[in-house]
């Protein structure tokens, strides 16, 4: 059996807005359940303890905070359209980003792959609220509701091309979704899938349903297998999980938090009712499932129970999880449900309970079952090989196996075997001398949000965090058009930095900028770049720059007489700035940087250079080999440095056509540069420049005298030109593998 790993998590719960929520909240025994929010409907209105006729006899339930927040410009969705979704498509969108993130995948970069999606739910009150009203329904209302729609839209916005289905079997519905996506991945008919539920209270009519039925308690809360059981209490939720085949998610280095070994589903056919739960199918489903996953009861460490809190349904539930476990075991098997933190998430209950059992695979911890401090005696727990998980339980080491059970009211059973993540090898590496975060936003206010947000997530972890934090804010992250970097040694200064970026205008300015949705280029500089000691830090913390630099010491050091990396950072500031040296210093440092960015995935569509610039171009573009580009540009130095001194570079305050004229009748001057429409260089014999300094100074033109040894691109630089013609006859050239512009004749080679 091809096993799945679970490779990323996101979910929203009451008073759970996020995992790391949900898990304190597990650990700690608690709920989330609170009366019905206004923004819901006036819960006097339909409230009446005995459960009369259209009344519910519970004014609680657990509802999630702000589901109707949604960033519709970050999911470039018109706010009409947004308007006219059913929040839980909003809901999901939101989660499976953060899902994919969780799996280290840029949400963007999975576009156009072949990813499943997979989503269980089991009402649309939205559609029952908003397509009655017929004179209202729109185009954007109709594509805004469905069930249908809650899978489709997510392969929409994420361009994923593999099978989208929507899931209906009740209160199973997302846990027999969980069970597709696996038979998808098994069978290849997708390489990754998204397997989610989602589950939202907009009307009191599955309240009143249920109190009709007998079925609700009058608290609000659900009381799994608890003396105090009275019923089921509602709950709303949302969760996604990235699912990859397990051989596909080690050789990817993917995070791993538990393996779906295997699985079932079945339905209970004819029983005592059609709501009704039916022992034999229950027992069937376990006993289907452990065969599935090639596993016996007695290996199953806890079962993560479909437990509404009922008194029938929890019975009929131990009675067949009793037929299964209650022999051959030397320890009892605990059990739990999440329906007491967090309610009966109906459609979303199944991933609910798969999330929690694959948290504490991960975790190692089993939390506490919520009301398990009185189980129903009645139960016979341990007659039955079980007991209830009433504190939080160390789970024991090597492999450590879950079930998890949801059945649906219609009669659809599904039951999952989860096995703890194998070991695999930490891609951590050694945390960073330094690191650069990055944030983005689609606007300018939400930067200044999202820089804050990181900030305090940066505060509550640990120390030793920083770097992968920094990495994968690079690398997993999509960038929005806004965005901002932040470089830092460790955790606490780069979170104050954030939090004076979040707090001041000035130094959200200094730190940030606008994408303009170019391709991305590389531009190479040139001479009057260096400076003692440059590329240190780089040197430094990255093997890729070390082994580059060393590539071209080699190279270079037969034809330079000396070791690059001696004269990068040992070299006295006079010797760097001679031309001799400075070229080819400058050109090592931007080969190695090119192949460093390379080794992490950053390419050029196009490349630039100025002066000697152009070469490390040219060699990055596979114009020559790097043994011949060393050979050039040590000669180009040494040409230019063997001219006789008295030449000089002057930065000018003027257009090109004006420049131009300037240097009219002076033959030794030249235009050594065109960097804008009115910045340009002129260069030259060092008496000449005088003369076209006095006149700029008559005419009030600002210009700068440029500190160099040389008259760079001037006509004082023919007889290196010559000569360098020579030394550039001698080597092969080919056509550049990548585009590069030339500054010389300013068009692409």
């Known amino acids: ?43 006097a209105d339909f ?56 799996a280290t995948i840029d949400p963007r970069a999975a576009a156009g792959s072949n990813t499943g999606v997979y989503i269980g739910l089991m009402a649309s009150e939205w559609s029952s609220v908003h397509l009655s009203d017929f004179a209202r329904i729109t185009a954007q209302y109709g594509s805004g509701a469905g069930y249908f729609m809650s899978a489709n839209r997510l392969s929409y916005h994420l361009d994923l091309k593999g099978p989208s289905v929507a899931v209906d079997t009740a209160c199973s519905s997302s846990l027999v979704a969980a069970q597709q996506a696996c038979a998808a991945l098994r069978a290849g008919v997708c390489d990754q899938a998204l397997a989610g539920g989602v589950n939202l209270i907009l009307t009191p009519a599955l309240n009143i349903f249920y109190t009709q039925a007998g079925l609700s308690a009058p608290d609000g809360r659900c009381k799994p297998f608890s003396a105090h059981a009275d019923g089921i209490g509602r709950g709303e939720g949302v969760a996604v999980l990235v699912l990859r085949r397990l051989a596909d998610a080690v050789d990817a280095g993917l995070p791993i938090y538990a393996v779906i070994e295997g699985g079932a589903v079945n339905s209970d056919g004819r029983s005592n009712g059609i709501t009704a739960p039916n022992r034999w199918a229950q027992k069937q489903v376990l006993t289907n499932a452990y065969r599935d996953a090639g596993v016996e009861p007695e290996q199953i460490d806890f079962v993560e129970a479909h437990g509404t809190g009922t008194v029938l349904g929890d019975m009929i539930e131990v009675k067949a999880l009793g037929d299964v476990h209650g022999s051959h075991r030397l320890k009892p098997c605990a059990i739990g449900s999440i329906k007491g933190n967090i309610g009966h998430a109906e459609g979303a209950a199944g991933i609910a309970g798969l999330l929690k059992a694959a948290l504490s695979l991960h975790h190692g911890i089993l939390p506490p079952s919520r009301f ?60 960073p001398a330094r690191a650069i975060l990055t944030v983005s936003s689609a606007s300018r206010d939400g930067l200044g949000r999202a820089a804050a947000r990181l900030a305090d997530d940066l505060g509550a972890s640990p120390a030793g965090r920083f770097g992968q934090l920094a990495w994968s804010s690079n690398r997993i992250k999509a960038s929005g058009r806004h965005r901002l970097a932040i470089c830092a040694h460790d955790r606490d200064l780069a979170a104050a930095a954030l939090r004076e970026a979040a707090t001041d205008e000035t130094s959200l ?162 235009l050594a540069a065109v960097n804008g429409p009115r910045e340009v260089v002129v260069s030259g014999d060092a008496s000449a420049l005088d003369r076209v300094r006095s006149e700029l100074s008559d005419r009030e033109v600002d210009h700068t005298l440029l500190a160099v040894s040389h008259a760079f691109h001037s006509p004082l630089m023919a007889p290196a030109a010559e000569a360098f013609g020579d030394v550039a006859a001698q080597f092969a050239y080919r056509a550049p593998e990548v585009p590069i512009y030339s500054t010389v004749r300013g068009r692409l080679l």
Request: hydrophobic share 45%; proline share 6%; charged share 20%.
């Open 47 to 102: 409230y009446d303890a005995q459960g009369g006729p259209g009344k519910s006899n519970t004014r609680n339930a657990g509802f999630l905070s702000d589901a109707d927040a949604f960033d519709h410009e970050f999911f470039a969705i018109a706010p009409s359209e947004a308007a006219a979704m059913d929040p839980q498509q909003r809901l999901l969108l939101q989660t499976a980003w953060r899902a994919l993130e969780d």
């Open 1 to 43: 059996m091809t096993q799945i790993a679970i490779v990323g998590m996101d979910g929203r719960f009451p008073q759970a807005p996020d995992l790391d929520a949900l898990w304190k909240l597990l650990l700690a025994g608690a709920d989330g359940i609170a009366e019905v929010p206004d923004d819901r409907w006036p819960v």
């Open 509 to 670: 300015s200094a730190v940030s900028g606008v994408a303009r949705g170019i391709s991305a280029g590389w531009l190479f500089t040139g001479q009057g770049s260096q400076y003692p000691g440059m590329s240190r830090a780089l040197h430094d913390t990255s093997v890729v720059y070390r082994d580059a630099l060393c590539a071209v010491d080699d190279a270079m050091a037969p034809h330079l007489g000396r070791s690059i990396r001696e004269l990068l950072f040992e070299a006295a500031d006079d010797t760097l700035n001679c031309t001799e040296f400075a070229q080819p210093a400058i050109f090592a440092l931007e080969y190695a940087v090119a192949r460093a960015l390379a080794a992490v995935g950053v390419t050029p569509a196009w490349m630039i250079g100025h002066s000697v610039g152009e070469f490390a171009a040219a060699v990055i573009a596979a114009v020559f080999d790097l043994a011949d580009a060393c050979a050039l540009v040590v000669a180009r130095g040494r040409l230019m440095q063997e001219l006789p001194s008295g030449g000089g570079m002057l930065a000018v305050r003027l257009d090109e056509a004006e420049a131009a004229d300037l240097i009219r009748g002076e033959p030794t001057l030249g």
């Open 372 to 431: 398990a401090d009185q189980p129903n005696p009645q139960l016979r727990l341990a007659d039955n090989g079980l007991r209830l998980a009433d504190e939080p339980t160390a789970l024991p080491g090597g492999v450590v196996r879950a079930g998890v059970s949801s059945f649906g009211i219609g009669g659809t059973n599904a039951h999952m075997v989860l096995a703890s993540a194998p070991a695999t090898q930490d891609i951590g590496g050694e945390a």
